[in-house]
């Protein structure tokens, strides 16, 4: 074999593994979306929210010390104390939970019943809100988020193929943990929805609130159910990317990329969310490799939004989405 | 006996709060009970008014003409309308006001006029959802499937299988309710609503939209609720003719008031409701 094909392999292998990246994002939007028919704007913010917060517990910064040492004139930044990885996880897992009671009570709860256009307004206030007091929180430095992932080149990887194939491919560890884990929540939540009574009411909710009503399901639970789930995908796919880049303003920007992810899969689809992301991941990184030389590069910007203009073309629906049907 | 039991052709129970009736079913003492119900919707106001009782075990049927406010009645009780004056009685205490799915939690389970399933979702897993109220497992013990969770859901599925069974929807059960044709749609609501073990069942227009065969299948599977688990029913039709065969008591609105409450015979010959049949030219 060539070593060309190898080198589109790798190329294809990575772009799979930031593709479950762009699933896991996606994937936030279709719950949530699904559930209540709210398109929520503030998912990349809460995946950088939850990083930040996660980053903040774990080194023990003080929250809002800037705010207070201005007010007071003191000169606070850490208690002094590192948490273990473990804990500080938990306790943002605990923070996202809260966050979302907090949204249900003072936003969804006196929205009930109004058009979608009004509650997607309201989600891009709650973005730009929870966007300063992130920063006003935990501050607004590049922080390094460091929950001992693993990093660099995987040489498992390389010296087996090297060994098979005689061409060592190159892969991430950190991109393969970040596979393995997306996998796991995803198996999990699947799990869930199908088989317990919470799971089968989130179903129920997601499709037809009045009869969901009659059979005893209170939809403010259910709403803080979805956010909570929404919450810890976002604490998941910030730790994620965090970990990748940085812990900074542009995670919150990798919402964007969830976008194509959403038209190709169906925005009410939790495989097509799937989908969508690996089509995206390894489509961008393919057209890269193959077409990128030939028009002067820098493809990856552009190819996912192209290809979701296509499919609204030609698919609006999107691969799994509900097929659109007008009567007349 | 009580003049209501004379009035019912019966005799009255051994308990002494209501009677036995010709066929040998027990109709016991008010489970429910709607005083002096008035609702608006801003100048309009559908139902006036109006106070009716229910009682265990029986059948109880709330008839009149289209835009008479029968829907409205029972959204109040169902707790997706909430009456400006008036109160409702459930099991002897005054109930305070409720959400819908409060209400379902104590109880009282009900169908649609224009059937609400979950489109998306199997025969079986709506019929699951029927029970949600009665499932105790904690949300801790569901995300790590262990405890209560797996006995309990196995437990549930042996109650929704009889309850399958007893609707003739066995060869339906892993359908998506979506692919189903209109009547056996109805009957899955109807297995929903009786998967909840409702201690008052309300069913708004269960044969609407039905071909004489299915209206058969239909009433006879609502006696043989009320036979069988001895639960109690509301039922509103507008269709005359099938709501006198199956039920015990009816109450009669028209306008959005009451003018008609007693068992058939006495209510299919009051000049009133004649009237008031007559006067919109009904079926």
Do not use: C
Request: charged share 20%; no cysteine; proline share 4%.
């Amino acid at each position: 074999m060539p070593d060309q094909f190898y080198f589109a392999l790798e190329v294809a292998l990575n772009g799979l593994l930031t593709g479950i990246m762009y699933a896991l994002v996606a994937l936030g939007f279709v719950l949530i979306y699904k559930s209540s028919e709210i398109f929520n704007y503030a998912q990349g913010v809460m995946a950088l929210f939850a990083a930040l917060t996660l980053v903040g517990l774990q080194s023990g910064q003080v929250p809002f010390a800037e705010l207070i040492n201005a007010i007071f004139g003191t000169h606070l930044s850490h208690f002094g104390w590192r948490l273990p990885p473990l804990v500080a996880i938990v306790l943002t897992a605990v923070v996202m939970v809260l966050f979302a009671i907090l949204v249900e009570r003072l936003i969804l709860r006196h929205l009930v019943g109004q058009e979608p256009i009004i509650l997607f307004m309201a989600t891009i206030g709650l973005a730009y809100f929870l966007e300063g007091f992130g920063d006003l929180m935990w501050g607004s430095e590049i922080k390094k988020l460091d929950i001992g992932l693993p990093q660099g080149l995987s040489e498992t990887v390389e010296s087996l193929t090297d060994r098979w194939f005689g061409y060592g491919l190159f892969i991430d560890r950190l991109d393969i943990a970040a596979a393995a884990v997306a996998g796991i929540l995803v198996t999990v939540l699947t799990l869930f929805s199908q088989y317990t009574k919470q799971g089968r009411a989130l179903r129920a909710v997601a499709d037809d609130h009045q009869a969901a009503l009659s059979v005893g399901i209170s939809l403010r639970f259910i709403w803080v159910l979805v956010w909570s789930i929404a919450g810890f995908i976002a604490l998941v796919a910030g730790v994620m990317w965090g970990a990748k880049s940085g812990v900074q303003f542009s995670l919150s920007l990798i919402a964007l990329k969830a976008l194509p992810v959403l038209m190709l899969g169906g925005f009410t689809s939790i495989p097509g969310a799937i989908v969508g992301g690996l089509i995206i991941g390894v489509g961008e990184k393919l057209f890269e490799f193959w077409v990128g030389p030939l028009i002067g590069g820098a493809t990856e910007n552009w190819f996912a939004y192209v290809l979701a203009l296509v499919f609204l073309v030609f698919r609006p629906q999107g691969l799994f989405g509900e097929k659109i049907i007008e009567r007349v | 006996m009580t003049s209501e039991a004379i009035t019912h052709g019966g005799a009255m129970n051994p308990e002494g709060d209501g009677w036995v009736t010709p066929d040998g079913r027990h109709i016991g003492p008010v489970v429910l009970e709607v005083k002096n119900i008035t609702l608006r919707f801003g100048g309009v106001t559908a139902i006036k008014d109006i106070s009716f009782d229910i009682r265990e075990g029986e059948i109880r049927a709330i008839i009149g003409p289209n835009g008479a406010g029968k829907s409205s009645m029972l959204n109040v009780i169902s707790g997706f309308y909430h009456p400006q004056e008036g109160e409702i009685w459930f099991r002897g205490q005054k109930r305070p006001p409720m959400k819908p799915f409060q209400v379902a939690r104590q109880g009282i389970a009900r169908t649609f006029q224009n059937i609400a399933l979950f489109k998306g979702m199997s025969v079986l897993d709506n019929i699951m959802t029927g029970r949600i109220t009665l499932m105790r497992s904690t949300m801790a013990e569901e995300a790590l499937w262990w405890g209560r969770a797996e006995r309990e859901e196995l437990a549930h599925r042996e109650a929704v299988e009889k309850i399958i069974d007893f609707l003739e929807i066995q060869h339906i059960r892993r359908t998506p309710v979506s692919r189903l044709p209109y009547g056996l749609q109805k009957r899955v609501e109807l297995a929903r609503a009786l998967a909840a073990e409702p201690k008052l069942l309300l069913l708004d227009e269960p044969m609407a939209g039905m071909n004489v065969e299915e209206k058969e299948d239909m009433s006879r599977f609502i006696l043989d609720v009320n036979d069988e688990f001895g639960t109690t029913i509301v039922l509103i039709e507008h269709d005359m003719g099938v709501v006198m065969d199956l039920s015990d008591r009816v109450v009669v609105m028209d306008y959005g008031k009451k003018i008609g409450d007693g068992p058939p015979d006495e209510v299919r010959n009051d000049p009133q409701v004649i009237a008031a049949y007559l006067g919109v030219s009904h079926e």
